[in-house]
């Protein structure tokens, strides 16, 4: 297991399901973790369980803020962009609210924080962007996912673009694209649909391995390309979908 000691990173949506396990999977391999997320108060009670994290309330809309904290933090050469937002329909559901929120919050956030960090990796003479993309997206189309999986595509062809871009000063930039993963956010939309049980039996039935990935298992992932066994990879976008995409 490699470790990432004397490396900061900063984590979007930091509080539940694929950036909290990934702030805590960070913070164990011996990073200093900033650990943000809209919901200040459960940041700053994941910092209360290790010494490796400090919390931050961020709304990764908010450019002002993003500005603000990149500025007042330490330099950053671990960046994972995890917010991210589900809207749930065809293309004729979505009307133009949804696909602003959607390119917002998937996409266009993505643009900001990573702008605002970048220089600061450039000015060190190393990074690593993680982009949390989906596996419904550029790779895979999926029922009732117009917006979300056009945003994550968007992700993808950023993570691409960076990574060209910034290759030669020692920046790379590479996406994960989850299959279906156990979260808050997942029972929410489970919990919508009116009947959980048999949204989640659909859901895992999609999944060749017939079960939901555990946050845990993106978060390793973010950990092998935050850190040095990566340092070959870049501009790639990574499959851990339990074969959904197969
Ligand atoms: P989640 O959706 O359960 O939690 C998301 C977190 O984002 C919450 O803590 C919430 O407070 C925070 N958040 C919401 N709006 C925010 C904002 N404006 N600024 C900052 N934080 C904000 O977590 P999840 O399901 O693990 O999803 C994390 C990422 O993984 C998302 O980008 C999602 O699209 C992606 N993803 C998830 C799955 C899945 O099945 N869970 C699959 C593929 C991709």
């Known amino acids: 297991e490699q470790t990432l000691k004397g490396k900061t990173a900063l984590v979007t949506a930091a509080a539940n399901g694929i950036g909290r396990a990934s702030a805590e999977a960070l913070a164990a391999r011996g990073a200093q973790v900033i650990a943000t997320d809209i919901d200040g108060a459960a940041v700053e009670a994941l910092a209360q369980t290790s010494s490796n994290v400090t919390g931050y309330p961020l709304d990764v809309l908010d450019d002002a803020a993003v500005t603000a904290l990149v500025a007042s933090v330490a330099p950053v050469q671990i960046l994972l962009n995890c917010a991210g937002w589900v809207h749930d ?10 696909w602003d929120r959607a390119f917002d919050l998937n996409a266009k956030a993505t643009y900001r924080i990573t702008k605002a960090v970048l220089p600061g990796m450039l000015d060190g003479g190393s990074g ?16 009732r996912r117009f917006a979300y999986g056009a945003s994550k595509a968007a992700i993808i062809g950023m993570t691409k673009a960076i990574a060209a871009d ?16 156990q979260s808050p ?7 919508a649909t009116g009947d959980f049980d048999k ?19 993106i978060a390793d992932m973010v950990c092998y390309l935050a850190g040095d066994l990566s340092a070959f990879t870049t501009g790639q976008a990574f499959a851990v979908d339990g074969g959904w995409s197969i």
């Open 89 to 98: 329909g065809t293309i004729l559901d979505c009307d133009s609210a949804d």
């Open 199 to 217: 949204a989640l039996a659909a859901f895992k039935e999609r999944q060749p391995m017939g079960r939901l990935g555990q946050p845990e298992e």
């Open 185 to 191: 956010s997942l029972n929410e939309r489970l919990a």
């Open 128 to 143: 690593s962007i993680i982009n949390i993309a989906s596996i419904v997206s550029s790779e895979k189309g999926a029922p």
């Open 166 to 181: 910034f290759v030669k000063d020692g920046i790379r930039c590479n996406a994960i694209c989850p299959g279906t993963v």
